[in-house]
């Protein structure tokens, strides 16, 4: 017996669903502050630890340890999503919690280049390390846990949270950097104050690790966990049992994620680099967009409630099509920030038929006894080659000259997503939670 879609929270009440929701999604938030914030304040602590006369060089080392860190993903996604099917959705989440904790106190804590040489930034690759192990596998464990909570008629919105979360967490990043540049000068933002975000997201990680310790778990794991005569969640069994929604998950990701993070991670510094706005410029456009962007996610989670998952997919596909490269380029002469705010923004719109609702679409392609890994490690592994690989792409290209090349690989990527949700079923039709 695998499956157990007929399984509802049922013996839970609506409060009771809506606390269980909440918690899981406020511990999402800190783990993707934590992720999001090394990127936000890359602009400030890179020439810490890569000294160098080139800014893009010194970016570009540090976007390599960004993506470096996206290799541990899906090891962890694998793991831990291997732990949750086993021990339970609160066990895997409480589980990332920790690890997410521990590589943010050590960010903050490393000397740099001047003081201990090459250990600097080999102490920051561990870090980033550590950190991506805990993302691998807090992706499928909220996602599984958000989408068995909801109800039926629910679960496109309740599970869009998971990218409000995601969303929020990097904007809260962004508002910390704001804040800190209102107070602190560029030379000490420079010399230490990158490294209070860093305490920051160690401290609420601690915070949430106590929360997440509270949580209810699923009856959907805990009636699947009850039949004794099933497929043991692993790697194998997910290979062999489900060969064709690994890979589908991996080709509705591709240009997916990418997209996303093109428009939301290396968007603020396309902004500074390479269409020429201040850091601080860059930073409010960036927090205004991603704030209406965020509002967005359940909207969009309801619409597909609605209207089913596939016409968003599409339409996230189409849009991408037809509009990114014209949206990069248009950005590279934009002088006044509005103008760049609604570039932005358009494209972060575009992308909302994507982030709303890819948890629930992979969640309802698997059974409950393999769902957490099935929806954590084809994901991460798409995600590594594509989502952690946007911001060196693109730089790597701009430094070679060719900046106008990075658009149109975004945009051919988003074309064979399109391709895939074209042909693949409505997933809320055929759905296995």
């Not at 080392?61 to 793991?79: E, K, S, T, Y």
């Not at 790697?235 to 994620?257: F, K, S």
């Not at 248009?330 to 948890?359: K, R």
Request: proline share 3%; hydrophobic share 50%.
């Amino acid at each position: 017996m695998e499956h157990v879609s007929s399984l509802q929270p049922a013996s839970l009440s609506r409060q009771d669903r809506l606390r269980s929701i909440l918690g899981g999604s406020i511990g999402n938030l800190i783990e993707w502050y934590d992720w999001y914030v090394y990127s936000a304040f890359t602009l400030y602590f890179a020439p810490v630890f890569f000294p160098s006369d080139d800014s893009t060089a010194q970016l570009l080392n540090a976007a390599a340890i960004f993506a470096v860190g996206f290799l541990m993903r899906p090891i962890g996604a694998w793991v831990m999503g291997i732990y949750a099917d086993r021990r339970g959705r609160k066990a895997g989440l409480t589980l990332s919690v920790m690890l997410m904790a521990g590589g943010s106190l050590m960010i903050a804590a490393i000397p740099g280049y001047a003081s201990i040489g090459v250990m600097a930034p080999l102490l920051l690759l561990f870090a980033r390390l550590m950190q991506g192990l805990s993302i691998g596998g807090e992706y499928g464990a909220s996602a599984t846990y958000l989408s068995e909570m909801a109800q039926q008629r629910q679960r496109g919105f309740f599970s869009s949270f998971q990218y409000v979360t995601l969303i929020a967490g990097q904007l809260l990043a962004l508002c910390v950097l704001l804040l800190l540049q209102l107070a602190l000068t560029e030379h000490q933002l420079e010399s230490w104050g990158w490294r209070v975000p860093f305490v920051i997201g160690g401290l609420m990680a601690v915070g949430v690790y106590r929360l997440r310790r509270g949580l209810r778990e699923t009856e959907a794991f805990e009636q699947s966990a009850a039949v004794e005569e099933q497929p043991r969640s692993s790697g194998w069994n997910l290979i062999r049992r489900h060969p064709r929604e690994v890979l589908l998950v991996m080709a509705l990701t591709a240009g997916g994620t990418l997209a996303f993070y093109a428009y939301s991670t290396y968007m603020q510094k396309f902004l500074v680099n390479s269409a020429g706005f201040g850091r601080q410029t860059a930073t409010a456009i960036m927090a205004s967009a991603l704030f209406i962007y965020m509002l967005l996610q359940p909207m969009a989670g309801w619409l597909s409630d609605r209207i089913g998952r596939k016409p968003l997919l599409i339409g996230f596909g189409a849009g991408g099509v037809l509009f990114t490269t014209m949206i990069f380029t248009t950005l590279e002469t934009v002088t006044s920030s509005f103008s760049a705010f609604l570039l932005v923004l358009a494209g972060l719109v575009i992308v909302t038929g994507y982030t709303s609702i890819n948890a629930i679409v992979k969640a309802e392609l698997f059974p409950a006894n393999i769902r957490a890994l099935g929806v954590a490690l084809p994901y991460a592994l798409a995600n590594t080659l594509f989502g952690g690989t946007a911001e060196y792409a693109a730089l790597w290209l701009k430094h070679a000259g060719m900046e106008g090349g990075f658009y149109w690989y975004v945009t051919a990527m988003i074309g064979v997503s399109l391709i895939v949700y074209l042909r693949m079923p409505d997933t809320r039709n055929t759905s296995r939670i």
